[in-house]
């Protein structure tokens, strides 16, 4: 089972490449973001605990993640693979990995890293809204919808996400470069960082991280 990370700030645009990432190369997405979000819509006890750290814009505390990914890993273990979106986030949750990796016989690929300038994403996301129902991704400035408020696919309300607003937006960043940048150097000291430039159209930065990962040597779609 092969294992690919993508790492990268708040609005870097992982979650859009990730997706289209997991598409191209056969391999189940994983948001652990999306997963928090559902399991807080759904007021599960993990919703529970993990909203307040969320609408602060804090990290939900690193055995609680951990043990969700254990039991997405072991519940899809006959997939060919993950794309992790938003996990690991600390060099605790990055060792965490390692460990579930060995046990389930899991190899990381590589980690890639979206780089994108903090004032692009507090633009990005402060304008950023998606479809309720369909998950699409729109953006007042640069992709608006063709009728403001509803999705083009089915029409149904767009909705900002609670941890969107500028104050939230600047903690998150502020967190990602406490606890998230230090995973920059702990993958590249085993040589599987990949750094790609997340500015750009969505299908510019897409062709750039396939461009990486073959000059890297992991964009096969044949491996196993
Ligand atoms: P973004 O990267 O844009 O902040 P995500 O959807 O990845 O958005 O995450 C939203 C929130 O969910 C984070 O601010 C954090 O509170 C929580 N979260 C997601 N993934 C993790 C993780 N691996 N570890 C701790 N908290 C997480």
Known sequence: MRLLI???????GKGTQAKLLAEYLGLVHLSTGDILRDEVRRETELGNQANQ???????????????????????????KGFIFD????????AKGLDRLADEVGARIDCAIDLVVDDEIVVKRLTARSGCSVCGAIYN???????RAGFCDKDDSALIRR?????LVVRNRLHVYRQQTKPLEEYYSHRALLVKVDGYGMTGQVLARIL????????NDRTQV
């Open 211 to 218: 461009i990486s990962l073959e000059a890297s040597g992991t």
């Open 140 to 146: 007042d400035v640069w992709n608006p919808p063709r």
């Open 86 to 93: 938003g996990f690991p986030r600390t060099v605790i949750q």
């Open 53 to 79: 750290f969320m609408t602060a814009g804090e990290l939900v505390p690193d055995a609680l993640i951990l043990d969700m990914i254990k039991a997405k890993l072991v519940l899809d273990s006959m997939t």
């Open 162 to 166: 609670a941890d969107d607003s500028e």
């Open 6 to 12: 993508v790492l990268g700030a708040p609005g870097s």
